[in-house]
């Protein structure tokens, strides 16, 4: 395993937990993944740490869990066809972050990290309040002050402290690089690709699940990083020579902030009109997706695309879904919308569902 700088090369440092490389403030990304070894895979481990062997963390660090993975993949009908949802708001703190969120305090502790700071429109604030809890780790959480209140409330409970920014969730993210500037550790779920190798279960345990690769899966996406965990967690699996293809990747917005579909679908200059718009979807309300390149170049190999959703389009995505008994917030109807779009992308057809309806104000 190796991570680098994706800008200079320089490998990641050997010490302390910079957000960006420090000689050229470049994006750290890995080289390669850690490798999947189906024979290293141990089931008597509970959710995520079954693949703890591609997680690249120090064998001596230890695994901050709450119970993370394992998810159910179920059946429904939707569009004129059947498809599978993987509700990821049953994981502890109500979303998938709780996969990358587990490994990166993993790798926060085995660097002696004792407190920190994070940015996050309310998903990734919780699940890193909940991690740093469980790790014992003094947290700060910058949200925007329009963040649902059951997430800023969630944040709250678990002991971490809540600093609301006014504006857009672009300032918050430039409040808490202030933060980091003036010596804060910066737990980013947007900069550190520790995340992503907890990302790549939901590949292995989708494979698992279905018994073979699904056609076709849709995720949101803000920064992309989860879309980009499950796709190289498909690509491992290819590696290891378990699987022969991979499935198409699709990634969903909302119109009102869609920076990666319009730079899909209209090359570089899609994005100059892009805006940071208000949006049912407060999950993927980012204007610069730090995942970007790497998340379209990845769409683009296995033959996805990326959509985007209309406004008046997302509740009632968001209430079909509940009258089928998954009660999610905004921002994970965007996958159920996708399907009413391209009601026709290679079965079987995996839906995953980012955060629970609890957390939402609507």
């Not at 660090?61 to 004129?80: D, I, M, N, S």
């Not at 993210?173 to 010596?183: L, T, Y």
């Not at 998340?295 to 209309?310: D, K, N, P």
Request: net charge neutral; proline share 7%; aromatic share 8%.
């Amino acid at each position: 395993m190796t991570i680098s700088c994706t800008n200079c090369h320089r490998p990641y440092p050997e010490t302390g937990v910079p957000y960006k490389c420090p000689v050229c403030g470049g994006v750290f990304d890995f080289v390669d993944m850690p490798a999947l070894d189906p024979a290293q895979v141990d089931a008597r481990l509970p959710g995520i740490w079954r693949y703890r062997h591609t997680f690249g963390l120090p064998e001596d660090a230890p695994a901050v869990t709450l119970g993370e993975g394992g998810t159910p993949l179920l059946k429904a009908k939707g569009f004129g066809r059947e498809v599978y949802l993987k509700p990821e708001y049953m994981n502890p703190s109500g979303a998938f972050k709780d996969r990358g969120m587990a490994v990166l305090t993993s790798f926060l502790l085995a660097r002696g990290v004792t407190e920190a700071v994070e940015d996050s429109s309310g998903n990734a604030g919780a699940s890193f309040g909940a991690y740093a809890a469980r790790a014992g780790i003094r947290a700060r959480v910058f949200v925007p002050d329009s963040a649902s209140g059951p997430k800023r409330r969630q944040i709250g409970a678990y002991g971490s402290e809540v600093v609301r920014i006014l504006g857009k969730r672009s300032d918050v993210a430039d409040a808490v690089k202030q933060a980091a500037e003036a010596g804060a550790v910066y737990a980013s779920h947007a900069y550190l690709p520790f995340i992503l190798p907890g990302y790549a279960t939901l590949a292995y345990e989708i494979f698992e699940q279905l018994g073979g690769l699904p056609g076709t899966v849709v995720a949101p996406c803000g920064q992309g990083s989860l879309l980009l965990g499950i796709g190289r967690g498909f690509e491992n699996l290819r590696r290891a020579g378990v699987t022969s293809g991979m499935p198409r990747l699709v990634g969903v917005q909302a119109m009102a902030c869609a920076p990666l579909w319009a730079v899909f679908n209209m090359g570089p200059a899609g994005g100059q009109w892009v805006t940071e718009g208000v949006t049912a979807a407060e999950g993927v309300r980012v204007r610069f997706p730090v995942w970007g390149d790497a998340v379209l170049r990845i769409v683009g190999q296995s033959g996805g695309t990326m959509i985007a959703a209309e406004e008046d389009r997302i509740l009632p995505a968001r209430d079909h879904l509940a009258r089928l008994g998954f009660h999610v917030e905004p921002t994970s109807a965007l996958a159920w919308e996708a399907l009413r779009q391209a009601p026709d992308m290679p079965g079987p057809v995996v839906l995953v569902l980012t955060g629970a309806g609890l957390k939402s104000d609507l």
